[in-house]
């Protein structure tokens, strides 16, 4: 994964790194709480998002922008959050730790018949 350990991603950010990127320019709290739950049929909390994305800007995965003020949210801001060159770098570590786990496991533990 990383080379040190505050740059380990855990699951649940690994997923919110990974719906960042997919959202790309709509990446902000709810969307992302939204798609996570829609993609993995969990229920998850607002504020653990916001605990993650937090975790994620400060090891630099992240960056975020405020957005402009809109009426449907009383004149609140989004914040958007875009991946970053290190995000996509640790994405990519953590996929590709995972498919070669993966592909080391000997074939004839998929015989299930």
Same mark, same amino acid.
């Given at each position: 994964m990383g080379s040190t350990k505050g740059n380990h991603l855990? *699951?649940?950010e690994e997923l919110a790194l990974?719906?960042?990127g997919a959202l790309f320019d709509e990446a902000y709290g709810v969307a992302i709480m939204d798609e996570i739950a829609? $993609? !993995? &049929?969990r229920k998850v909390n607002i504020s653990a998002v916001h605990e993650? @994305? #937090?975790?994620? *800007? #400060? $090891? &630099? %995965?992240?960056?975020? +922008?405020? &957005? &402009?003020a809109t009426n449907e949210r009383g004149g609140r +801001? #989004? +914040? %958007?959050?875009?991946? !970053? %060159?290190?995000? $996509? #770098?640790a994405l990519d570590q953590s996929i590709g730790l995972? /498919? *070669? @786990?993966? /592909?080391?496991i000997p074939k004839l533990t998929f015989n299930f018949s």
């Open positions: 855990g *699951e649940f990974l719906t960042v829609s $993609k !993995t &049929g993650v @994305l #937090k975790r994620l *800007e #400060k $090891k &630099g %995965f992240v960056q975020s +922008r405020m &957005g &402009g +801001r #989004k +914040r %958007f959050f875009t991946l !970053t %060159f290190e995000g $996509k #770098k995972r /498919n *070669e @786990l993966y /592909n080391s």
